[in-house]
């Protein structure tokens, strides 16, 4: 019967806090006013945070590049050049779906290789959404490594 199972590893609330403060910490480096939310490994929301005077969109749009992110295992960054390689209808059709963000942003949280949760940034410009996203990744990898 256990092929009919599976279990998945997920972050616990410590590390989202902890990931969430590193993103934030960039932020407040870049003088960046952005939304932060973490999720699970299955793209629930663990830990959210919202800088004051970020733009109220932005707080689901965070939502949206973590559970992209968590769902596919994918920083969202690289949607474009991958959407590149796919037929028209795809290129036309998914980014019509309701809750993804196919742009920089979102990155997943992985412990060999799977993912445990992720990280969505909005509010700043692409590039530093990204790198605040970054951050928190880094920050986490050596957490479990060390």
Known sequence: MSHLLRQQTSL????AMQ???????RA???????SIVVVDAS?????SAHMDAAPA???DIALSKARTAAAFNLPTRDWQARLERCSDAVRQGLP???GL???GGGEPFRLSGE?????????????????????????VRSLLQG
């Open 12 to 15: 616990t609330l410590t590390l």
């Open 28 to 34: 407040e480096e870049l003088q960046a006013r952005v």
């Open 19 to 25: 990931a969430l403060q590193a993103a934030l910490n």
């Open 115 to 139: 993912v445990i949760g992720a990280i969505g940034v909005s509010g700043a410009s692409e590039e530093l959404d990204c790198s605040c996203a970054r951050a928190a990744v880094e920050h």
């Open 43 to 47: 793209g629930l929301p663990v830990h």
């Open 57 to 59: 969109p932005s707080r």
């Open 101 to 103: 963000a196919l742009y």
């Open 96 to 98: 019509l779906q309701p």
